[in-house]
């Protein structure tokens, strides 16, 4: 079955740049689902980030798309999520998710989700 | 934008009573609705889909009903293992985006 492994950086610096990635494993980031970023502040609720397929389109949540890049290696089945100028209200536990598609009807909803990672935003 | 409120906040409640949690959205959005439940240091996990349909390998004492604007997630008798935040989902059109209610915690009385 698909599983997702988000890794990265766990301690960014005010003002830098958030990267994490997320593995697919047990499946192709090429099949027909959008994948998406998800973050949860310590004690808040979800947020959406941003979602890609695997032929490179996009669509960002509009209050964070100024500073949001989300790309796609489909030679590593991977995909990966870029925060600039981060503050320390970006700190928060990120997700990575697969929308599922046709498996969940109509709904546009998130059927696998990776475990999360704790990125913390300090000097 | 859509915006989902959650009710109540905080429920508490003893294993084998039953859960009836709302989600009301400020906008119709037909049946496209979903729900997950997140236990503490775990990622969520999606119960239901299509307002109604229960996801891959969800007990049965999961339901959920609505369409339009408001939706209600019953838990028919909880579990221990049922504590937890349980949230709704959908997605808009216009802004093309995913939206989430604040959650509703569901704890022991």
């Known amino acids: 079955q698909v599983q997702l492994q988000e890794s990265g950086p766990g301690l960014v610096k005010p003002s830098g740049t958030l990267s994490l990635t997320c593995a697919v494993s047990?499946?192709?980031?090429?099949?027909?689902?959008?994948w998406s970023w998800i973050r949860q502040p310590p004690g808040k609720g979800l947020e959406w980030i941003g979602e890609?397929?695997?032929?490179?389109?996009?669509n960002y949540n509009p209050s964070l798309k100024s500073r949001v890049t989300i790309s796609v290696d489909k030679s590593k089945n991977q995909f990966s999520l870029k925060l600039s100028s981060v503050t320390a209200a970006d700190t928060a536990v990120y997700y990575c998710?697969?929308?599922?598609?046709?498996?969940?009807?109509?709904?546009?909803?998130?059927?696998?989700w990776g475990q999360g990672t704790m990125v913390t935003v300090s000097s | 934008e859509i915006v989902l409120t959650q009710s109540p906040a905080t429920l508490s409640l003893s294993p084998g009573e039953r859960a009836t949690l709302s989600c009301r959205a400020s906008?119709?959005?037909?049946?496209?609705l979903a729900w997950y439940q997140q236990k503490p240091g775990q990622a969520p996990r999606l119960l239901i889909y299509?307002?109604?349909n229960r996801a891959t390998g969800i007990p049965a004492r999961f339901s959920g009903s609505g369409s339009g604007t408001d939706f209600t997630l019953t838990i028919s008798s909880l579990e221990p293992e049922d504590f937890a935040v349980y949230y709704c989902?959908?997605?808009?059109?216009?802004?093309?985006?995913?939206?989430f209610g604040p959650g509703t915690k569901v704890d022991i009385k």
């Open positions: 998710a697969r929308n599922g598609g046709r498996l969940v009807g109509a709904t546009q909803a998130f059927d696998i």
């Open positions: 047990g499946g192709s980031i090429s099949s027909s689902n959008w």
């Open positions: 890609i397929y695997h032929s490179g389109s996009t």
């Open positions: 906008q119709s959005v037909s049946s496209y």
């Open positions: 299509d307002a109604s």
């Open positions: 989902q959908q997605r808009s059109n216009w802004p093309s985006i995913f939206t």
